[in-house]
């Protein structure tokens, strides 16, 4: 199957800046969409910026010009740098992968990374 393997989240400041990876691996022969969403605690889960195979971006309009995604597709990653970090963007981050595998395709979510923005 597929495996997503999430990294780079913690705790900073106000203003700060966050870096998360995600690595996808396992049976996958193609991969088409990827991005990063978000879940605040009593909230539903939300998209943050998605990134398709051409390069194509969008993004929350909460995040824009603040946030930026990026992947590198023959190592199967997604990486989404975060700037100027608000107390409104702790959440959970989740890596989402819309991928091929042997002729199927779905989606798949990684285990999420906590990000915490606090003075």
């Known amino acids: 199957q597929v495996q997503l393997v999430e990294s780079g989240g913690g705790l900073v400041q106000p203003g700060g800046s966050l870096r998360l990876s995600c690595a996808a691996s396992g049976s996958i022969a193609s991969i088409s969409r990827m991005g990063w969403y978000r879940q605040a605690p009593g909230k539903q889960r939300e998209v943050v910026a998605r990134?398709?195979?051409?390069?194509?971006?969008n993004y929350a309009d909460s995040v824009k010009g603040r946030f930026n995604i990026s992947r590198d597709n023959a190592k199967k990653t997604v990486s989404l740098q975060m700037n100027d970090l608000k107390p409104v963007d702790t959440a959970v981050y989740y890596c989402?992968?819309?991928?091929?595998?042997?002729?199927?395709?779905?989606?798949?979510w990684g285990q999420g990374t906590q990000v915490t923005v606090s003075s």
């Open positions: 989402n992968v819309y991928c091929n595998v042997r002729g199927s395709t779905s989606t798949y």
């Open positions: 990134i398709t195979s051409g390069g194509d971006t």
